[in-house]
């Protein structure tokens, strides 16, 4: 079988993962306020312009796609108690000892180094702004999954921008050098990844 028939178009996927995440509440925004929080005492110039892009070039990567596609399809199972037992019951109470949840995270933020994955831990331990309240177990929702990748993605934008930061020294140059479009050259080159 020709498993090339069957692939999904890279617009569709990352159309999915947006519209996963703004079902759950959050938005691109949310993340980008932790990413400036974390970046802006070493950064001059760092706008928040700046940390949205560096969140949406993140969120166009495919292991973080589906990582977050399949995280939000588990928490969404889990509300609507269709997942078998005791699966259910882990995912629903978010167990201490289950460990899934950060693994795949963890996976995900393994394509920007070890910088996002300190930074991973950091934000797993930390639970700041919108990871605090998806970690909440309070309300309504099951997040198990979705606080960890929230915190994934945060530290995968946290490092694209600390690595950017070495680019743009050794130019001689700091954020308030450069529009946010130029901190990415990546996306000005056919087939290059963010």
Known sequence: MDGRRFRVHSD??????????????????????????????????????HCIESVESVLKKREVQHALLVGIEMDELAEKGQLSRPLQQIVDSDEGLFGVDEMLGLGAVLTYGSIAVTTFGHLDKNKVGIINR?????????????????????????????????????????????????????????????
């Open 134 to 194: 998806l970690d909440t177990k309070t309300g309504e929702g099951v997040h198990t999954f979705l606080d960890d990748l929230v915190a994934s993605v945060t530290a995968c934008a946290s490092s694209r921008i600390a690595h950017r930061t070495r680019d743009l020294e050794e130019e001689g140059k700091t954020y308030e050098d450069v529009s946010p479009e130029e901190v990415a050259p990546e996306s000005h080159i056919d087939g290059a990844e963010t």
């Open 12 to 49: 569709e996927v990352t159309k999915a993962t947006h519209e996963a995440l703004e079902r759950r509440g959050v938005s691109v925004r949310d993340i980008a306020e932790i990413v400036y929080e974390m970046q802006v005492p070493y950064n001059d110039g760092l706008t928040m312009k």
